[in-house]
Structure formats: structure tokens, C-alpha cells
């Protein structure tokens, strides 16, 4: 495909520059969804070749408690998010009270604090010899722990209620951006016949909100889904936590991988509600040009009230683990200085997640590109493949890439054997490219999203300007995309980096021998309960995790910083809706 130029060339002549053809984009976003999806068809395959007389018991015995506690914990998770989520929004988007703008984005704070995380340090801060039983013995001097009845953290309304703790802001965000772009006029119609605020909120703005809240719970139930850390440590037998016991402590890997089916066939049923509950859900973009909600004042002991409830969740979901990390690593330090270890693990995690970052946001710009000018349906059907790797749990991604990446090597590794009489070893699987690899396929609906986000906001007029001058499409991306869409490029690349350093699962299971992240360093040490050793780490991962959070809060009053988040989750999300 060629096109004629403005300009002229040396001779005079009209200078004609060729295009790259549409067909070599939609390759470009071919490989990389195929890339994507390879995953799952190994573990298909893989699951497919059986695991003996294990898969008998793991179904009389392992199954039916893991899809128990589960099912369970995805139930209460997701009830707590969405009574935290959405009460929190609609308190600071319908009422003005002291606070309220430092209530606003404090509410993000807990993002901050991987899930983990937050039950790493509650087990410490409630245990028997915690500071909390230990003022209250000392407060009513009880000398015995055995003598003070307490709630046991490690259960599951412990796991239920500390995940609900650091979740709730993915419902809060979506809501509150619904909020704010409903109309006014429709709450003070239900006002001006009688409602009083009760009724508005649940039969107007609560109705109104519902796909945002879908949405927000989706990520929030995906997360949960995800988690190894916080449910093995608060004695929670999830099917993640089943993956990796059967894995590794039956090393059996057909096993896991039929375990990781059902969990993934549990993932997409997630999906298809989700999918199921917004299917009208384009109604909320007609609201957007209408007049805002005006907040009601609330002065006084009611305005004191309205903030102490809502600084309740940041207050626990960030403050307690925040300080008490802040106060454990404090005294780690000043008594054994900060370990060579720690050093090592902190530039293993920042260069793992910034080479990881790097190959997503440039995977990410070819499929949304091509997704801009490929005005054909298989172009977004291919971004929506490229998407689906968020909805897939670490534990499980890792078993699907472990088939692949495995035969790579020893294909290699026998040609070079056969041709040489030389070992190449583990390519692939025994090095950084498999935990590389795993990172950009479980984040880059991330970086797809957010850039989507971003080109959405081009107009088309700029491109035909400058094929008019003579740029092709890849001038047209570096010259005019690419500068217009930096603060989305920034912003995934951001929320990228952090999920790298943040994830768990994966890197527990695909990372190199004797290579440790601050991740796995934490974990090693919770698992030992030696949680004061292990707090400088969880204090690092918490400080890298604040820098996108209070980039979300800067623009999270636009539409923007949640389609960043929102998007990601999406496999087939339509494009008229961005909460």
C-alpha cells in the first residue's frame, strides 16, 4: 500500500512512501495473543495426560475442601468489598464533611498492600504475644495468653476479612467514578417526591451503579482467586493453595495441573457473570455531559462521624500494616544493620519487573495500535485474546508455561547434544525468561488497557494529517501517538511494575534456583514465623506499591485512572463503557 507525499523528493518527483500492510500488524498481534493463550492449551494438554492414581484422591479429598473454601472466601470477599467499596464512595461523593478531599484518595492507600502482606503483619500484630494481647492482658492483668479469649486471625473469617481490608478500592474506584458522572437531577427528583437518603441511595445511585460495581468486584474476586499467601498463612486451603501443595509437595505436576482446570473453569464463570451483569450497562454513558451531584454539607458531630467511619477501612487496610511494618524493620535494622540478602532481592525485583515492564508496555502498544488502525473485527478480537492472561491465576499460568518451556529446552538442549556433544541446560525454564515470560502474559491487559485508554482520546484527524505529510504508521505512532499518550504509557507502565514486584504465585514457582525477590523472601520468613526478619521486605514492596496509588489518586476524578484498572479485567468489554 503506498500513499503520495506532501513533499517532494531529490528530483522533484512526488516522494511516495510505502506502508506497512495491515496484515503484518494483525500478525504482530497475532503472535502475541497466541503467546497469551499458549498457556492454557498446555495445561490442557498437559492435565489431559493424566496423574495416575492421584487424581482419585485428590478429588475424595483435596478437591471438595478446596472448592469449599473457595467458594466460601470468593462469597465473603465479595460481599465486604461491595458493602466497603460502594459505602465509601457514596459517602464521599454525596456528602461534604471535614476531611472529606483527604478521605478522597486515602481511601486508594491500601492498593499499596499486597494481600499477603496484610496477613503477614496481622498475624503479628495478633498474636498471642502481639502488642495487641499484650495491652489487653496488661490492661486487665491477665498474666497467662491461654486466659484471654481471642478471635483467631487464622481462619476464615481472618482471610475474608484482611483481603476485603486491601480489595475494597478496586469497587471503590469504578463506583465513585459512576457516582460522580450520574446526574443530578435524578437524585433530586427522587428527593423532590419524598425520598428521603436511604431510598435515594438504594433505589436511584445504587441501581445506576451496578456495572461499575460488577466490574470493581470482578477484579477484586480475581485478586482473591490469585492469592497464595495470605490463605496458606491464615490456614485457608484454597485451590491455589492446592496447586502449589500438590505440586510441590506431591511433585506431581499432572496433578496441579488438573487442579489448575477446575480453578480456571471457575475463573471464566467469574468472567461470564461478570460479562452477564453489565450486558446493558452502556445506559451510565449518557450521564456523563449531565450536571453532578452536589454533596450535602455535614457539619459538626455528624461530619466527625461520617470521616470516622469512613477512615475505618485506611485505617485498617494501610495505617496498622503501614506502621507496624515501618516499626519491625526499624528495629531489624538497628539491631542487625540491613542484610546483604535484602540488597541482592530488592535488585533482583526491580530489574525482573522493569525488563518485565518494558516487554509489556511495548506488547501492549502493538495490540492496541493495531486494535486503532485495523478497523476490523479480528483486531479486536485479538486484543481481547491478549487480555485474558489477567484473569489467569499465577499458580496456574506457571503450570501452563512449566509444559511449554520444557520441551524448548530439551529440544535445544538435544540438537546440541547431537550436533556438538554439548549441554545447553535450561534455557528457558531454569532462568529469568519463564518469570519474564509469565509477568507480561498475566499483566498485559494492563498496558493493553491503558493505552487503549489513552489513543481513545486521539482523534482520528491527527493521523490523517500526518499520513497527508508523509508519515507512515509507524512515524505516525513514534511522531504523533506515542507523545499524546505518554501519561497513559506512564500510568501502565507504573501499575505494571508494581504487580510484577507485588506477584507471588508465579514467581514462587518459575523463578530460577537460588533466585530470591523481596516477594519470596517474605514468604519464606512468614512461613517460618520469623515475621521480624522478613519486614524490611514487606516495608520495600509496600513503599514501590505507594507510587502508583498516588498516581491513581491524583487522576482518579477522571475517567481515566479507572479505565486503567478496569480494563484489564476485560476480555470482551465494550468500548462505550469506562467507568
Request: glycine share 8%.
Amino acid at each position: 500500500m503506498t500513499i503520495a507525499a506532501a513533499g517532494e523528493g531529490r528530483a522533484g518527483a512526488p516522494r511516495r512512501l510505502t506502508l506497512p500492510p495491515l496484515s503484518g500488524w494483525l500478525a504482530a498481534a497475532g503472535v502475541i495473543a497466541l503467546g497469551v493463550v499458549a498457556p492454557i492449551a498446555a495445561l490442557a494438554w498437559f492435565a489431559a495426560q493424566g496423574s495416575g492414581d492421584l487424581w482419585p484422591h485428590l478429588v475424595d479429598t483435596v478437591l471438595p475442601q478446596a472448592i469449599r473454601d473457595t467458594a466460601i472466601l470468593l462469597f465473603g470477599v465479595g460481599a465486604l468489598v461491595i458493602v466497603l467499596g460502594t459505602g465509601t464512595a457514596w459517602l464521599v461523593t454525596a456528602y461534604d464533611f471535614p476531611g472529606r478531599s483527604v478521605l478522597d484518595w486515602a481511601l486508594l492507600l491500601p492498593l499499596a498492600i499486597p494481600t499477603y502482606i496484610v496477613a503477614y503483619t496481622y498475624l503479628d500484630v495478633l498474636h498471642p504475644i502481639g502488642p495487641v494481647q499484650t495491652a489487653i492482658r496488661a490492661l486487665f492483668a491477665i498474666g497467662n495468653p491461654r486466659d484471654l479469649p481471642f478471635p483467631d486471625v487464622r481462619s476464615m473469617w481472618g482471610c475474608i476479612l484482611l483481603l476485603s481490608l486491601v480489595l475494597y478500592p478496586y469497587v471503590y474506584l469504578s463506583t465513585r467514578a459512576m457516582f460522580l458522572m450520574q446526574a443530578a437531577s435524578l437524585v433530586e427528583v427522587a428527593r423532590t417526591l419524598g425520598h428521603g437518603r436511604r431510598r435515594v441511595f438504594f433505589h436511584v445511585a445504587l441501581p445506576l451503579a451496578r456495572p461499575a460495581i460488577v466490574v470493581g468486584t470482578s477484579l477484586a474476586l480475581m485478586e482473591a482467586l490469585n492469592d497464595i499467601g495470605a490463605s496458606e498463612f491464615l490456614g485457608v486451603r484454597t485451590l491455589t493453595v492446592s496447586i502449589y501443595a500438590t505440586w510441590i509437595n506431591r511433585s506431581s505436576l499432572p496433578g496441579a495441573a488438573q487442579i489448575a482446570l477446575v480453578m480456571l473453569a471457575l475463573v471464566i464463570s467469574l468472567i461470564l457473570i461478570e460479562r452477564w451483569a453489565r450486558r446493558r450497562q452502556r445506559y451510565a454513558a449518557a450521564a456523563q455531559q449531565a450536571r453532578r451531584l452536589v454533596p450535602q454539607r455535614l457539619a459538626g458531630a455528624r461530619g466527625l462521624g461520617a470521616l470516622a467511619v469512613g477512615f475505618l477501612p485506611v485505617l485498617f487496610g494501610f495505617c496498622v500494616p503501614a506502621l507496624h511494618l515501618a516499626h519491625e524493620a526499624y528495629k531489624r535494622v538497628s539491631f542487625a544493620g540491613i542484610s546483604p540478602g535484602i540488597l541482592e532481592e530488592t535488585i533482583n525485583t526491580v530489574t525482573m519487573a522493569a525488563v518485565a515492564t518494558a516487554v509489556t508496555i511495548a506488547l501492549g502498544l502493538v495490540v492496541a495500535y493495531t486494535a486503532r488502525i485495523v478497523q476490523r473485527r479480528e483486531a479486536n478480537v485479538l486484543a481481547r485474546l491478549a487480555s485474558v492472561g489477567y484473569a489467569i491465576p499465577g499458580t496456574v499460568l506457571a503450570i501452563g508455561l512449566l509444559t511449554p518451556l520444557a520441551a524448548f529446552d530439551n529440544a535445544v538442549d538435544g540438537a546440541m547434544r547431537s550436533l556438538f556433544g554439548i549441554s545447553t541446560g535450561l534455557i528457558l525454564s531454569g532462568s529469568g525468561v519463564a518469570l519474564v515470560y509469565a509477568y507480561v502474559v498475566r499483566f498485559l491487559a494492563i498496558a493493553n488497557g491503558g493505552i487503549e485508554a489513552g489513543l481513545s482520546k486521539v482523534p482520528h484527524s491527527l493521523d490523517h494529517a500526518a499520513r497527508a505529510l508523509g508519515q507512515g504508521r509507524l512515524g505516525t505512532m513514534f511522531g504523533v501517538h506515542l507523545p499524546l499518550v505518554r501519561p497513559a504509557l506512564l500510568g501502565a507502565a507504573l501499575l505494571v511494575f508494581v504487580d510484577c514486584m507485588k506477584e507471588l504465585p508465579a514467581t514462587l514457582l518459575l523463578r530460577p534456583l537460588n533466585f530470591e525477590t523481596l516477594a519470596t523472601h517474605l514468604y519464606a520468613e512468614a512461613s517460618r514465623g520469623t515475621y521480624e526478619d522478613g519486614a524490611v521486605a514487606a516495608l520495600l514492596i509496600v513503599v514501590f506499591g505507594l507510587v502508583p496509588v498516588i498516581l491513581l489518586a491524583r487522576m482518579s476524578r477522571g475517567r481515566y485512572a479507572v479505565s486503567l484498572r478496569a480494563s484489564s479485567s476485560e476480555v470482551d468489554r465494550p468500548a462505550s463503557f469506562r467507568p
